[in-house]
């Protein structure tokens, strides 16, 4: 599992994809978490018009 976060993020926060990371890592499921101070929302995710 790749997670990957944004501090600035006002719909998905810190704690949230943290305690998801934690279940998965308690699940033996490989796992990348990634944090960057900022980006929103699904930021590289969404086409740019």
Known sequence: MFILQAGNDLVDTI???LRYYIALKKANVPTE????DEGGHAFGCIKQQ
Request: avoid cysteine.
């Open 15 to 17: 704690q949230h994809s």
């Open 33 to 36: 978490y990634h944090i960057y």
